[in-house]
Protein backbone atom coordinates (compact mmCIF):
# COMPACT_ATOMS: atom_id res chain seq x y z
CA UNK A 1 0.00 0.00 0.00
CA UNK A 2 1.13 2.90 -0.60
CA UNK A 3 -0.30 7.20 0.35
CA UNK A 4 0.86 10.09 -1.03
CA UNK A 5 -0.25 13.48 0.58
CA UNK A 6 -0.17 16.90 -0.92
CA UNK A 7 -1.88 20.35 -0.78
CA UNK A 8 0.54 21.76 2.01
CA UNK A 9 1.63 25.09 1.63
CA UNK A 10 2.65 28.32 4.03
CA UNK A 11 -0.55 30.76 4.76
CA UNK A 12 -2.46 32.91 6.76
CA UNK A 13 -4.60 32.21 9.59
CA UNK A 14 -8.09 31.83 8.89
CA UNK A 15 -8.05 30.39 5.82
CA UNK A 16 -9.11 27.24 4.30
CA UNK A 17 -6.81 24.23 3.20
CA UNK A 18 -7.52 20.77 1.46
CA UNK A 19 -5.03 18.05 1.81
CA UNK A 20 -5.34 15.48 -0.76
CA UNK A 21 -4.54 11.51 0.07
CA UNK A 22 -3.90 9.77 -3.20
CA UNK A 23 -4.16 5.79 -1.96
CA UNK A 24 -2.60 2.50 -4.20
CA UNK A 25 -1.99 -1.10 -3.78
CA UNK A 26 -5.40 -1.85 -1.22
CA UNK A 27 -7.16 -4.61 -2.39
CA UNK A 28 -9.67 -5.52 -0.37
CA UNK A 29 -12.31 -2.65 0.14
CA UNK A 30 -13.19 -2.23 4.00
CA UNK A 31 -10.06 -0.42 5.19
CA UNK A 32 -9.67 3.08 6.90
CA UNK A 33 -7.39 6.07 6.37
CA UNK A 34 -6.51 8.40 9.45
CA UNK A 35 -5.14 11.94 9.34
CA UNK A 36 -2.51 12.65 11.87
CA UNK A 37 -0.27 15.79 12.30
CA UNK A 38 2.87 16.78 14.36
CA UNK A 39 4.25 19.89 15.06
CA UNK A 40 7.76 20.69 15.94
CA UNK A 41 8.87 19.82 19.42
CA UNK A 42 5.63 17.84 20.02
CA UNK A 43 4.02 14.41 19.72
CA UNK A 44 2.13 13.01 16.81
CA UNK A 45 -1.54 14.41 17.16
CA UNK A 46 -4.97 12.24 15.46
CA UNK A 47 -6.76 14.54 13.61
CA UNK A 48 -9.46 12.17 12.36
CA UNK A 49 -10.13 9.59 9.65
CA UNK A 50 -12.92 7.79 7.46
CA UNK A 51 -13.70 3.95 7.49
CA UNK A 52 -13.69 3.99 3.37
CA UNK A 53 -16.47 0.84 3.18
CA UNK A 54 -18.87 2.60 5.77
CA UNK A 55 -18.45 6.06 4.70
CA UNK A 56 -18.05 6.67 8.69
CA UNK A 57 -15.86 9.77 9.69
CA UNK A 58 -14.29 10.56 12.99
CA UNK A 59 -12.74 13.39 14.45
CA UNK A 60 -10.55 14.59 17.36
CA UNK A 61 -12.91 16.49 19.65
CA UNK A 62 -10.67 19.89 19.57
CA UNK A 63 -10.63 19.78 15.83
CA UNK A 64 -13.95 18.75 15.15
CA UNK A 65 -16.46 21.55 13.62
CA UNK A 66 -13.33 22.77 11.31
CA UNK A 67 -11.89 19.36 9.92
CA UNK A 68 -13.65 17.59 7.15
CA UNK A 69 -12.33 13.98 6.28
CA UNK A 70 -14.12 13.10 3.10
CA UNK A 71 -13.48 10.21 0.53
CA UNK A 72 -13.84 9.43 -3.98
CA UNK A 73 -13.88 6.27 -4.46
CA UNK A 74 -13.25 6.87 -7.84
CA UNK A 75 -10.10 8.72 -7.76
CA UNK A 76 -8.78 6.55 -4.73
CA UNK A 77 -8.06 9.67 -2.81
CA UNK A 78 -9.28 10.98 1.04
CA UNK A 79 -9.37 14.83 1.33
CA UNK A 80 -8.77 16.90 4.57
CA UNK A 81 -10.72 19.73 4.99
CA UNK A 82 -9.28 22.28 7.20
CA UNK A 83 -11.65 25.89 7.61
CA UNK A 84 -10.64 28.49 9.76
CA UNK A 85 -6.89 27.81 10.36
CA UNK A 86 -5.11 28.82 12.87
CA UNK A 87 -1.11 29.15 13.97
CA UNK A 88 -1.26 26.13 16.06
CA UNK A 89 -2.23 24.28 13.06
CA UNK A 90 0.85 24.13 11.66
CA UNK A 91 2.28 20.71 11.81
CA UNK A 92 3.56 18.39 8.96
CA UNK A 93 0.37 16.08 8.30
CA UNK A 94 0.26 12.32 7.36
CA UNK A 95 -2.45 9.89 6.56
CA UNK A 96 -2.40 6.03 7.05
CA UNK A 97 -4.15 3.31 5.98
CA UNK A 98 -5.05 0.01 7.19
CA UNK A 99 -7.66 -2.38 7.38
CA UNK A 100 -8.99 -0.64 11.07
CA UNK A 101 -12.42 -1.28 12.69
CA UNK A 102 -14.57 1.85 12.55
CA UNK A 103 -14.33 2.04 16.32
CA UNK A 104 -10.05 2.24 15.98
CA UNK A 105 -10.02 4.78 13.29
CA UNK A 106 -8.62 7.34 15.22
CA UNK A 107 -5.91 4.89 16.96
CA UNK A 108 -2.85 5.80 15.14
CA UNK A 109 -1.23 2.31 16.24
CA UNK A 110 -3.66 0.52 14.48
CA UNK A 111 -2.42 1.46 10.93
CA UNK A 112 -0.08 -0.28 8.56
CA UNK A 113 0.89 1.70 6.02
CA UNK A 114 2.21 5.50 5.86
CA UNK A 115 2.68 8.15 3.94
CA UNK A 116 5.41 10.43 3.61
CA UNK A 117 3.90 13.47 5.26
CA UNK A 118 2.73 17.50 3.70
CA UNK A 119 3.94 20.26 5.97
CA UNK A 120 1.20 23.24 6.57
CA UNK A 121 2.43 26.25 8.08
CA UNK A 122 -0.31 28.88 9.13
CA UNK A 123 1.09 32.43 9.83
CA UNK A 124 -0.39 35.10 12.22
Known amino acids: VQLVESGGVSMQAGGSLRLSCVVSGVTHGDYSIGWFRRAPGKDRETVGG????????MYADALLGRFTVSNDNAKKTVYLQMNDLKPEDTAAYYC??????????????????WGQGTQVTVSS
Open 50 to 57: INVLAGRT
Open 96 to 113: AAGRVPRHCILRAARYQS
